[in-house]
């Protein structure tokens, strides 16, 4: 009877939360002021210094055991045949309750603060094929540059001479360098892992996460050390409070852009390249095939090694997990989802100026 009725106020509970937000989001500047700025960056402090000194991931172990307990209770309604439906319902409402409380307490606030671009001052004004061109070509230039200062040669592919252990450690220097034009992308008292559901989340076509309850940034060790490169930078830009992925995608452009190691540098220009040819390529598709003549052929063999290596783990569920995810993503009013090519590339020609 005390767990029915702390379950119906947790559910109440859940229905003011929701309420909370809604309202709350409509007022980007007082979440920008008082929560990212504020309240935010106590509590991932907290959380990240609690959890720098434990080697593995505390995050996908809950995960872990959160899966655990729901195929319980699951097992536990069947067993029962629904006899007990309004106290199942009400336990459900209470976890989703207490889920909620901590997911946007702890972190999904920050979904809806100022946008990046007014932070970083950038004025987003339409830009011609002809700009988009230019900078797509010097970004290859840039690229091809880096290629051939670390390998000599423009047709040997690169290999990074660093462990994935070493490449995390290594990741917050970029952070060091940009925070000197950016003291908003400060990094203190790091915590990014190894996610221990790397095989997982590879078959889900995702590179990383950032765990809000923990908050813990989780990188995926399978894939190419030289996309670690990038997707740390990624995933850290997401525990300075920066939720939306095409402005996480940015600051992890930044920071490793900024890093005074040339393999951070390419990692983060091969990122860039991707986005702006895509974008060129749906408004001139000659152009695009063109400028991408221009790149070493060192250089394409690490893109095709990207490709075949998430091709290998295609399944059928694939497409489902970023279908759920894209949806989750435009619930917290992120309207692209997970394509955002036109966004990261206005920040990028923008951000140049």
Not at 3 to 27: N, P
Not at 245 to 268: C, K, R, V
Request: net charge positive; proline share 4%; no cysteine.
């Amino acid at each position: 009877m005390k767990d029915d009725l702390l379950a119906k106020y947790l559910t109440l509970f859940l229905v003011f939360q929701i309420l909370f937000v809604q309202v709350i989001s409509r007022f980007p500047l007082t979440i920008e002021k008082f929560y990212s700025n504020g309240i935010y960056k106590i509590i991932a402090g907290f959380y990240r210094i609690a959890t720098s000194y434990i080697p593995f991931s505390i995050g996908d172990i809950l995960y872990f055991i959160f899966i655990l307990i729901a195929i319980k209770f699951i097992y536990i309604v069947f067993r029962d045949k629904l006899s007990e439906i309004r106290s199942y319902l009400l336990a459900i409402g209470g976890a989703i309750s207490v889920l909620y409380f901590f997911f946007y307490g702890s972190w999904g606030l920050n979904y809806y603060r100022l946008p990046l671009a007014e932070r970083l001052q950038i004025e987003q004004t339409n830009y011609t094929t002809e700009e988009l061109s230019n900078y797509t070509k010097q970004t290859i230039h840039d690229i091809n540059k880096l290629h051939i200062k670390l390998t000599s040669n423009d047709s040997v592919s690169f290999e990074v001479p660093y462990s994935k252990k070493e490449i995390l450690k290594k990741t917050k220097l970029g952070y060091d360098q940009i925070s000197k034009k950016h003291p908003f992308l400060k990094y203190r008292h790091p915590s990014i892992k190894s996610s221990l559901l790397s095989t997982p989340l590879t078959y889900m076509g995702f590179s990383g996460y950032l765990n809000p309850f923990t908050g813990e940034a989780q990188v995926n060790s399978k894939p190419p050390k030289f996309s670690l490169l990038f997707t740390a930078s990624h995933e850290i830009a997401h525990q300075l409070g920066y939720a939306a992925e095409n402005e996480a995608n940015f600051i992890g452009y930044l920071a490793s852009t900024s890093h005074p190691d040339p393999y951070f540098q390419l990692s983060g220009k091969m990122v860039a390249a991707r986005y702006l040819l895509a974008e060129l390529h749906k408004r001139d598709v000659n152009e695009y095939q063109k400028i991408s003549k221009t790149i070493n052929y060192g250089i394409l063999k690490k893109f095709k090694e990207s490709r075949e290596f998430w091709n290998q783990y295609e399944n059928p569920f694939e497409p489902y997990f970023k279908k759920s995810y894209n949806v989750y993503l435009k619930a917290n009013k992120q309207k692209s989802g997970i394509k955002s090519y036109n966004y990261m590339v206005d920040l990028l020609l923008h951000y140049k100026e």
